[in-house]
């Protein structure tokens, strides 16, 4: 029953879409007011159906309702109630519910939190919303219904979540990443709505910031939560693999970390206008390139997909429509050339631009990695993978350009800046930096690998790089504030909130980069045949296995390792990494045991049981680890920080008594 | 030439050549990147290159898997039913890798068409199976009972 609820509510909610979809835009043409106004309460009802929708999903899981096909697939009665709830979204037609619920959601924000703008500019951009949700409710139940039914016999059991996603990081990622996936379709309407109007100025920008601002948060988190999962529940220490499904993720946060950049330049200068609107365009349309790769099953197997094509044509078909669509709208109403741009030189307009060409250039390296494979298949040229030197060569070295362009780019002005400022500026924390980075190997270095042979011999170039360009940007920040400051603590509370924001994310950033070079640079693993009593030395550590032990868990046989580590004979730590067998499915599963801290993780896991009593065990040393999802954090703060910056509240009150396309100019 | 056209004809030069700078190194970077996947049967037949990076996949070998005493040296042999090929891997296989299970080894070809792998994969849940593998699986099983083989 509750599954017919929660069928027809989804019905309501397709049918609301459509009215929204139609109403507010056709209002704007014919100019009925009343028509625009539906905009506002249609998302809010639309909000309401699909969560009960939601609501009966999950009803069913938690009920174990096994008469419902997807609940069978994907639940279990020995699972955990956490689980059967974050199994709602554990695979393909949960997670689209999941997808629309929060579009709704975005929906009903936008339809609440901008009534201070235009009418027409509202109604515009919540009808855009609406036909995005036409599409996704359209392709929910003509191809991947949730509610289908197993009759007239339910199986008396459920086949299990997948044990791989029975995590806590998994109950918490999916809803972060598609927050920020879906988050970025608030932009690209807003992006539609202003190519309709034919109304590209500053004002346009400034309504836009806050919402691009909190989508790139989410979607931050999301990838770094994905990361940070992936390392501790795969068993093997990685944290990135440049894999399909890490890459859709990852190119819609590229082009829309450009578009927070241009749209910057937009606001304040007037300047990147069709740039910045095509860039909205593309990072919407590379969200649903990553939900097409990830939930077609084209990567798996493009024959597969070939043969049950339902559910990728129609995504490639709403792609289609999405991308050609609104770049047809694109090419009939962009920007005629703009006004003569007026900056030169050292300006912070080229800074932000060197900025755009350096993501947008990284986006397209990782695009054509990713989609090569599938083009090569297609086409008969061989089954090919992509291997991570690839993304590599290219990610690499664009990556060092961007932060050597973050710290110029802290003191470039609008317009111009005198080189003098330039060299004033870059003196101090050019040395400085330069000088840790020349110093910092040669301690670094033995610290982290223990080879004390002469201190010379393990210097590494590659940590002299990551520590010189995290000092870099970290120095020239520290000198910003210092300047604003100008000896008087009282100036903190006269910076803005986009100011710290920008000030955090960047010091994130740096951060995130000295993770990733520092932990390259210095890991050390070894992989060994031990049996209990065996040890071996790694880095600064050694690890004593003292037993193996079988362990019961609530839905699963653990074999449990006792492994203590020493570091010059004195105890750090003693950790238990398993080895689990789960009772539904029989799958196999590696939880390996970190010690974290800091400046180093210790990283203990199981292989398998060998011949006399013996296993294989990998034992890793990962300096700076930490540092990468410190970052990962630091960016999302600073994204938030930014988005509740005052000046985007201030223009309620202002563009309510002015007219709403006047330019408010801020500091 | 008027010099403001001048000037944009000198940038659309630079982006033209930066864009064929760009795309040269993208191809030669894919092309030194990219792992093949070869069948067993095709490594048997001398179609996959020896000294180069590839993928070569199949069901591993019932009794074929031999472990060092030692180390974690392991050997085993993959087959898609028509043709098998060795394969060493020095590390920890796979949660599912086991004998009568798919797997598929990235390493380099020897001139004895002994592949030595760097990784392993193995199929991540009970029930896939990797794809190359039960393609290589089917094309082998229709040219053993002399059926036209299928477009792979």
């Known amino acids: 029953m509750i599954a017919e609820v929660g069928h027809m509510a989804l019905i309501v909610a397709l049918c609301l879409a459509l009215i929204q979809m139609v109403a507010p835009l056709a209002g704007t043409f014919l100019g009925h007011r ?118 007239p016999v339910a199986p008396e059991q459920g086949g299990d979540l997948n044990p791989l996603l029975q995590d806590i990081g998994l109950i918490v990622h999916p809803p972060l990443l598609y927050m920020g996936y879906v988050g970025l379709a608030v932009p690209f309407a807003f992006a539609i709505a202003a190519l309709i109007g034919g109304q590209f100025d500053s004002a346009w920008a400034r309504w836009s910031r806050p919402w691009i601002n909190l989508a790139w948060m989410f979607l931050t988190l999301g990838i770094t939560l994905g990361s940070w999962w992936a390392y501790y529940e795969l068993g093997w220490g990685g944290w990135w693999f440049w894999d399909p499904v890490e890459n859709a993720s990852f190119m819609p946060w590229l082009v829309a970390t450009a578009l927070m950049h241009s749209i910057s330049a937009t606001e304040k200068r007037g300047v990147f206008r069709s740039w910045t609107l095509l860039l909205a365009i593309f990072a919407f349309s590379l969200s649903l390139l990553g939900t097409f790769l990830v939930r077609s099953g084209v990567l798996t197997s493009v024959h597969a997909f070939a043969s049950d094509p339902e559910r990728g044509v129609f995504i490639l078909a709403f792609l289609a429509m999405v991308v050609g669509g609104s770049l047809l709208l694109f090419a009939l109403r962009g920007p ?74 802290a003191f470039t002005r609008w317009k111009r800046t005198e080189t003098g400022i330039i060299r004033q500026n870059s003196i101090l924390p050019l040395s400085v930096s330069l000088l840790g980075a020349l110093v910092a190997p040669l301690w670094l270095g033995p610290e982290a690998t223990a080879l004390s042979e002469s201190w010379l011999s393990g210097y590494s170039m590659g940590a002299a790089l990551s520590v010189f360009l995290a000092l870099w940007v970290i120095l020239v920040i520290a000198q910003d504030f210092w300047q604003k400051l100008d000896g008087r603590l009282s100036r903190f509370r006269k910076l803005s909130a986009s100011y710290w924001g920008m000030q955090i994310a960047h010091t994130g950033l740096a951060i995130c980069a000295l993770g990733i070079g520092l932990s390259t640079v210095y890991d050390q693993s070894k992989e060994l045949r031990m049996v209990p009593g065996d040890s071996a030395q790694v880095a600064a550590y050694r690890f004593e296995l003292v037993d193996i032990n079988q362990h019961p868990g609530p839905n699963y046989l653990a074999y449990r390792g006792e492994v203590q580590v020493y570091r010059q004979n004195q105890l750090v730590t003693v950790l238990f990494p398993e080895k689990r067998t789960y009772n539904a499915g029989g799958q196999v599963m590696t939880e390996a045991a970190i010690d974290a801290s800091l400046t180093r993780d210790i990283y203990v896991s199981l292989g398998e049981p060998l011949p006399g009593g013996a296993w294989a065990v990998s034992l890793q040393v990962k300096p700076f680890v930490r540092c990468i999802w410190l970052g990962g954090l630091l960016l999302a703060l600073g994204g938030l920080l930014a988005a509740g910056d005052r000046r985007y509240r201030r223009s309620r009150a202002k563009s309510q008594a002015v007219s709403p396309t006047s330019e408010v100019v801020s500091a | 030439m008027h010099p403001i056209r001048k000037q944009r004809l000198q940038v659309v030069i630079l982006i033209v050549v930066a864009a064929s700078v760009a795309a040269g190194l993208i191809a030669y970077m894919l092309g030194q990147n990219a792992n093949y996947f070869y069948t067993p049967s095709q490594i048997a037949a001398g179609e996959a290159p020896i000294n180069v990076s590839i993928r070569a996949g199949g069901m591993v070998v019932e009794g074929s898997v031999l472990r060092s005493q030692d180390s974690l040296d392991t050997r085993f042999k993959v087959t898609d039913g028509a043709a098998s090929v060795e394969v060493v891997y020095s590390g920890i296989l796979p949660d599912l890798f086991a004998e009568g299970e798919a797997a598929v080894a990235t390493g380099i070809l020897d001139a004895n068409k002994l592949l030595t792998a760097r990784q392993v994969l193995a199929k991540h849940d009970e029930n896939y199976t990797p794809p190359e593998v039960a393609e290589a699986m089917e094309s082998a099983s229709k040219q053993t009972s002399g059926q036209p083989q299928g477009v792979n």
Not at chain 1, 98 to 110: K, N, T
């Open chain 1, 34 to 151: 009343s028509w625009m106004n539906l905009g506002y309460n249609l998302s809010l009802g639309h909000l309401l159906f699909v969560t009960i929708a939601f609501a009966c999903l999950v009803s069913a899981f938690l009920n174990d309702d096994f008469s419902l096909k997807y609940v069978a697939q994907n639940s279990n009665t020995e699972l955990p109630s956490y689980y059967k709830f974050s199994a709602v979204w554990g695979a393909h037609e949960g997670s689209l519910l999941l997808w629309s619920l929060i579009l709704a959601g975005w929906s009903a924000a936008v339809a609440l939190f901008t009534r201070h703008l235009p009418l027409v500019f509202t109604a515009r951009a919540l009808s855009v919303l609406a036909a995005i949700s036409v599409g996704f409710a359209l392709f929910m139940l003509l191809t991947s219904n949730p509610f289908e039914r197993l009759l």
């Open chain 1, 336 to 409: 005629a050339m703009q006004k003569v741009a007026n900056y030169s030189g050292w300006s912070r307009e080229v800074m932000l631009l060197i900025n755009n060409i350096l993501l947008v250039s990284s986006m397209t390296m990782i695009l054509i990695g990713t989609l090569y494979p599938l083009l090569a298949d297609v086409l008969d040229l061989g089954k090919i993978s992509v291997g991570p030197p690839y993304f590599n060569f290219f990610f690499v070295p664009l990556m060092v350009g961007l932060l050597v362009a973050v710290g110029i780019g």
